[in-house]
């Protein structure tokens, strides 16, 4: 059975960080696009950011590029988000996700490598979720 299976949430201060991990079993993460998306109470699920298959490509969100950092453990068959200088807008519970549906992270032939999409639809797998709360 497919399983990710998030850890490292938890309660921050405003600028302060954290680190989400997102472990995979029954599953090789290097053979899909991985991703986390974050859900505020009472607002619409959003996808966050996206890492392509093979590693060529990651994607963020305009509110979050240059705070967060999406990468990916080989070894540890696992996928962490970096998340620095929290803000009360960015609490949420993050789910990650990891995906291979076709027409969501395919290969770009202008670009010369795989890229990825947030799009809820191309992934196939998903966490249960794990709570990021920032202190205001």
């Known amino acids: 059975q497919v399983q990710l299976v998030e850890s490292g949430g938890g309660s921050v201060q405003p600028g302060g960080s954290l680190t989400l991990s997102c472990a995979g079993s029954g599953i090789t993460l290097t053979r899909y696009a991985v991703g986390w998306f974050r859900q505020a109470p009472g607002k619409e699920r959003e996808g966050v950011s996206c890492?392509?298959?093979?590693?060529?490509?990651?994607y963020y969100t305009d509110n979050v590029k240059g705070r967060f950092t999406l990468s990916r453990d080989k070894v540890k068959n696992t996928m962490t988000l970096q998340l620095h200088n929290l803000a009360p807008e960015d609490a949420a519970t993050y789910y990650c996700?990891?995906?291979?549906?076709?027409?969501?992270?395919?290969?770009?032939?202008?670009?010369?490598?795989?890229?990825?999409?947030?799009?809820?639809?191309?992934?196939?797998?998903w966490g249960q979720g794990i709570q990021v709360t920032v202190s205001s």
């Open positions: 996700a990891a995906g291979a549906v076709a027409g969501y992270h395919d290969f770009d032939f202008r670009a010369g490598a795989f890229r990825c999409s947030i799009l809820p639809a191309g992934f196939d797998y």
């Open positions: 890492l392509s298959i093979n590693d060529d490509y990651t």
